[in-house]
């Protein structure tokens, strides 16, 4: 249940993919003529594993052709895939909250487009013989699990990536980080987790749980569960690029792209950008359409609420706009009230 429970979660994601790519290439999502030229685009994965199912799963639905899209991807171990973007040899990867700070510490400038999920995605697995001799006890609390893994070889799968620190942190929940590592490809770590050459490894799905289906592993930590607390909640799973990427490909009639795109109106919208952007959504809005307006200053948020106030009346339309500005201290609810215009709801 935990296993099919995980996916489902990814799978949610799924939608974040698609939307990440068609905004930084938004001419894609206009409707094409039969000769338009297909856009490409190359995705750095740090690994292969269930944690990218939303990009797997999107690329077999056909989500980027329908949209004029070629993703083609890489698998460049660990940082290394986020270190292509940066270096330009990339346009996108998986990456971690991890990597940005880092880049944005030597005065690289990256841009995040969408996170995947806020927990972390390992299971530290251990061989079940290794742990029976421990006396291990897979129902004490983590920092009493945790000591088991004193001075074992452990399988990761690139040194100093998000495993490898996953299983560093957890190490010290028990005490000592006194562990040997190894760095090795899934497939290769599952053959030296059968030769017995490691005594266990971390790793995200679908490979932790190929060894607790059979058997011949124990889990130590488990990362979807929310173990350990101090690490949800944790961007372990960021799409990001480069920011010039996504001013090379900006739209030039973004007015005449949302109607290619949403050729029957836009219903509802999520504003928290202003300008023109605002400007062109909200010609696109439907009678009776439905508008959050949150994330930016309170003279922006009223400019944009005059805005809808403008287009009641004559068109009969029934809006709902919320705004918040931040003070510095919290969000503070701007008390827009609908009802001082007939024609606005709440």
């Known amino acids: ?26 001419q894609a999502s206009q409707t094409p003529p039969a000769h338009a030229e297909t856009d490409r685009a190359l995705l750095a994965l740090p690994t292969e594993g269930m ?13 980027f052709a329908q949209e004029q899209l070629e993703v083609r991807k890489q698998v460049l171990a660990g940082v290394a895939s986020f270190n292509a973007v940066v270096a330009g040899s990339a346009d996108f990867a998986f990456a971690s ?65 998000l495993d490898h620190a996953y299983l560093k942190v957890v190490a010290r929940l028990g005490g000592d980080e006194d562990i040997r590592v190894s760095a090795m490809a899934p497939v290769d770590t599952l053959a030296a987790f059968s030769r017995k050459s490691i005594d266990g490894f971390v790793s995200a799905p ?22 350990p607390s101090s690490l ?52 696109q809005l439907n009678p009776f359409a439905r508008v959050a307006m949150c994330g930016i200053d309170g003279n922006a948020a009223l400019a944009g609420f005059g805005r809808l106030l ?11 706009a919320a705004a918040c500005e931040y003070d510095g201290a919290g969000a503070d609810p701007l008390h827009l009230d609908p009802r001082d215009r007939p024609g606005i709801s709440p």
């Not at 099919?4 to 290439?25: C, D, K, N, P, Y």
């Not at 291990?136 to 000591?147: K, T």
Request: with cysteine.
């Open 232 to 283: 949800v909640p944790i961007a372990s799973g960021l799409v990001v690029t480069r920011p010039q990427l996504c001013v090379d490909h900006r739209s030039l009639d973004l007015g005449r792209e949302l109607v290619a795109a949403c050729p029957n109106g836009i219903d509802a919208y999520f504003e928290n950008v202003g300008g023109a952007v605002q400007a062109a959504v909200f010609e």
């Open 51 to 63: 944690q990218f199912l939303a990009y797997y799963v999107a690329e077999d639905l056909g989500f």
């Open 1 to 26: 249940m935990r296993r099919l429970l995980t996916a489902f979660l990814m799978l949610l994601g799924l939608w974040l993919v698609a939307v990440a790519f068609l905004f930084v290439w938004p």
């Open 206 to 227: 679908p490979w932790p749980q190929q060894v607790e289906d059979d058997g011949s592993a124990i889990p130590v930590a488990i990362g979807p569960k929310g173990e």
């Open 310 to 320: 403008d287009m009641t009346g004559s068109e009969g339309q029934c809006l709902a």
């Open 97 to 161: 909250g991890a990597s940005i700070t880092r880049a944005a510490s030597h005065g690289q400038r990256m841009l995040a487009i969408a996170k995947m999920n806020n927990r972390p995605s390992w299971d530290i697995v251990l061989r079940k013989d290794v742990a029976e001799a421990a006396h291990f006890d897979p129902g004490a609390p983590l920092e009493q699990r945790a000591r088991v893994l004193q001075g074992k070889t452990m399988g990761v799968q690139g040194i100093n990536a």
